[in-house]
T-cell receptor, first 108, second 113 residues
């Protein structure tokens, strides 16, 4: 099956800093999503981005499908950005394969 | 519009018991899938249903089962619970086919004692 690797596994930032999270995947995919898992466990969808670039406020994401990686950018980080960020991919079977996540801690 | 709704949110069961979890998808979504999240294994796909049919199944034992009703609501059942079944169970829904975003519910936290 598809392998998904996320880096870094852990990240500690000061409020206001910028960060880049990376997701590498081992095969072509037709779906790639970034999620933020809140402290109550819910996976909040950030981006659906199998290719290209999207922006939503302080967050943006870029997927280079030909090179099999995606990047999530967080600018001007806030304490509310803390949590675990997951990248997940799908290869046409409505079954997401998740990476192991990046645990982000933003300190005031 | 309402999101994916899961019940119950929290439950405690004893080894050997069985449990049923429920999921109501976003209106108009006919694909419903289930995932298990544990600290050791991370997020893993359990199964996916569409039009009351299981279309895809992950690598879990037969104790894990599910079903989907005609209104797209879904249930999953775990029989003969083991301590290792303690996990967050997440339901997700989407419109069918690639190119559609998958949305998750808040999950059901199961503790097996």
């Amino acid at each position: 099956g598809i392998q998904v690797e996320q880096s870094p596994p852990d990240l500690i930032l000061q409020e206001g800093a910028n960060s880049t999270l990376r997701c590498n995947f081992s095969d072509s995919v037709n779906n790639l999503q970034w999620f933020h898992q809140n402290p109550w466990g819910q996976l909040i969808n950030l981006f659906y981005i199998p290719s290209g670039t999207k922006q939503n406020g302080r967050l943006s994401a870029t997927t280079v499908a030909t090179e099999r990686y995606s990047l999530l950018y967080i600018s001007s980080s806030q304490t509310t950005d803390s949590g675990v960020y997951f990248c997940a991919v799908e290869k046409g079977r409505r079954a997401l394969t998740f990476g192991s996540g990046t645990r982000l801690q933003v300190q005031p | 519009k309402a999101g994916v709704t899961q019940t119950p949110r929290y439950l405690i069961k004893t080894r050997g018991q069985q449990v049923t979890l429920s999921c109501s998808p976003i209106s108009g979504h006919r694909s419903v899938s289930w995932y298990q999240q544990t600290p050791g294994q991370g997020l893993q796909f359990l199964f996916e249903y569409f039009s009351e049919t299981q279309r895809n199944k992950g690598n879990f034992p037969g104790r894990f089962s599910g079903r989907q009703f005609s209104n797209s609501r879904s249930e999953m059942n775990v029989s003969t619970l083991e301590l290792g079944d303690s996990a967050l169970y997440l339901c997700a829904s989407s419109r069918d086919g690639p190119g559609n975003t998958i949305y998750f519910g808040e999950g059901s936290w199961l503790t097996v004692v």
